[in-house]
């Protein structure tokens, strides 16, 4: 499904690593995530994980978007 908006390797892992840290730092703020247990650290790797998904399929719009815009 995300594959139309790919980005290539490199663009990916940028936007896959910002968009995890970005989910992580959201977990960390609403309380979840953070520790050191096993159901903190599975919550910050779901979390990293969907954050950048999100990002990725964000970024790949907009670029499919101004890329038939011009």
Same mark, same amino acid.
């Given at each position: 499904m995300l594959k139309k908006f790919s980005?290539?390797?490199v663009g990916n892992?940028?936007?896959g690593i910002l968009g995890g840290g970005l989910g992580?730092?959201? #977990?960390g703020m609403? $309380? #979840?995530g953070g520790?050191?247990?096993l159901g903190s650290?599975?919550?910050s790797i779901a979390g990293? $994980?969907? $954050?950048g998904g999100?990002?990725?399929a964000i970024i790949g719009v907009i670029r499919n978007l101004m890329g038939k815009s011009s």
């Open positions: 980005l290539g390797t892992s940028i936007v992580g730092q959201l #977990l609403l $309380g #979840l520790g050191l247990d650290i599975v919550s990293g $994980g969907v $954050g999100v990002l990725m």
